[in-house]
């Protein structure tokens, strides 16, 4: 039963992978697949001198059904963590049906051809995973998963009903490259690059990318602009709070990544779109990601800390109230723990989490769920003992913006 599969060898995987070396009785066998098996072997060779836990290692291109249901049957896992990148989903949950294993991720799908990303292709799956009796968990990472968990948190214990939901996203470190992203460039570039869209009047409001600038002063980090933008829980939490009138989510960029961003657009570098060079087609953003910092090396020169969180404002009794619950994340210290930066670890935390409920039967329903559809309350618990606590605090008033 506690016997999973890994499928990516990246950032947040090494995160995952090392949180569950720490749990043997809860993951007493890990096997971890990916692409380039040189990454699943560095991840093996660490966790085994770090907590003397092998790990079983394989190669796997999970674009490839037909091989990932080989790999799922010769180790018949009780589920499949998905840290490879959105584009595997569907192929991923199709190799699950197939071998009847539970499924969970971190991203929803993404098609490789154009720039989009929503759940419906992911939610289309649910019939299909309850006939089966499978259950499979969505978005179990940071952002989307745990500021699903912080809204759904906020309903059960604070608030009759949400008014507003603010999600804000702040990485307040700084790597000492003049440009890098925190995780998967190709991923990252794609949604920053994305137009702003957030929910209010009943009905989604679009905008350009990264115009719609507030400058909002964290905690233990201080004032930081942060830009509108879209971001995938939206589209859950909408829809499973209907309550909510006004939705958005706001991230923060540092003047020099958005310059870098404006130049690498202007001449063309983040298309997805294949140009041919010298007889070979390629993808502009797919040789930008290999010529840029890959995001696993940044762990041991990365300083400061990140504070992701909610801002909500709902009734209570009749009365506004507004609450914010946030956690902050040092790099520093997730390097030293387990030798990542701070958005691999937020990520890898929780993906570790949900895995850890599902086994244990604590959050388990054959279909496919966003985790705000579960008790938020084991959760909670769990953050706060793996490393990512969490506060809330009263706000005096709603966000003036
Ligand atoms: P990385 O690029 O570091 O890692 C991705 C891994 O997946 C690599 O090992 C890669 O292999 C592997 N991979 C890619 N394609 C395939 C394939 N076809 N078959 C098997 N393996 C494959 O990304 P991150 O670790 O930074 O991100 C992992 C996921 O987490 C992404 O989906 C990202 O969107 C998501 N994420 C979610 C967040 C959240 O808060 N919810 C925040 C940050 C990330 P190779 O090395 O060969 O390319």
Not at 196 to 211: D, F, I, R, Y
Not at 254 to 263: F, T, W
Not at 319 to 332: A, G, L, Q, V
Request: hydrophobic content about 35%; charged content about 20%.
């Amino acid at each position: 039963m506690s016997n999973v599969l890994v499928i990516g060898a990246g950032g947040v995987s090494s995160v995952t992978v090392h949180k569950m070396a720490m749990l043997p009785n809860v993951f007493k066998n890990i096997t971890l697949a990916s692409r380039t098996l040189k990454k699943c072997q560095d991840i093996q060779t660490k966790v085994k001198e770090k907590y003397n836990i092998n790990i079983n290692i394989a190669k796997l291109d999970a674009d490839n059904i037909n091989e990932t249901v080989k790999l799922i049957n010769k180790i018949s896992p009780f589920l499949i963590i998905n840290l490879a990148l959105p584009y595997q989903d569907l192929n991923i949950m199709e190799a699950c049906l197939i071998t009847n294993t539970h499924y969970l991720d971190t991203a929803n799908y993404e098609p490789k051809d154009e720039a989009k990303f929503e759940y419906s292709w992911q939610w289309d799956y649910s019939k299909k995973f309850q006939e089966k009796g499978l259950m499979a968990l969505l978005g179990s990472g940071f952002d989307p998963g745990v500021t699903n968990v912080y809204t759904a948190h906020t309903k059960k214990h604070f608030l009759n009903s949400i008014h507003s939901l603010d999600i804000l996203d702040c990485n307040a470190g700084d790597h000492g490259h003049p440009f890098a992203t925190n995780f998967n460039p190709e991923i990252n570039i794609r949604e920053v690059t994305s137009e702003s869209k957030h929910w209010e009047n009943n009905n989604w409001q679009v905008g350009p990318a990264l115009t719609n600038k507030v400058s909002f002063d964290f905690p233990e980090i201080g004032p930081k602009n942060m830009y509108l933008m879209y971001h995938e829980e939206l589209e859950s939490l909408v829809k499973n709070f209907p309550e909510i009138k006004k939705a958005r989510f706001w991230m923060t960029f540092g003047d020099s990544y958005l310059k870098h961003i404006e130049v690498l657009q202007n001449i063309g570098m983040t298309s997805i779109k294949p140009i041919n060079y010298n007889g070979m087609d390629i993808v502009p953003l797919q040789f930008l990601k290999q010529v840029l910092p890959d995001p696993g090396s940044l762990g041991n020169r990365t300083k400061g800390k990140t504070c992701i969180g909610t801002i909500i404002t709902g009734q209570k009794n009749g009365k506004e109230e507004t609450h914010y619950t946030y956690n902050i994340c040092d790099h520093e210290q997730c390097y030293e723990e387990v030798g990542s930066q701070a958005i691999s670890y937020t990520t890898g935390v929780p993906a570790m989490i949900g895995a850890m409920l599902m086994i244990q039967k604590i959050w388990y329903k054959p279909g496919v769920w966003n985790v705000e559809q579960f008790d938020p309350d084991p959760f909670m618990d769990l953050l706060n003992k793996h490393g990512l606590p969490s506060q809330t605090i009263q706000l005096d008033k709603k966000l003036s913006f």
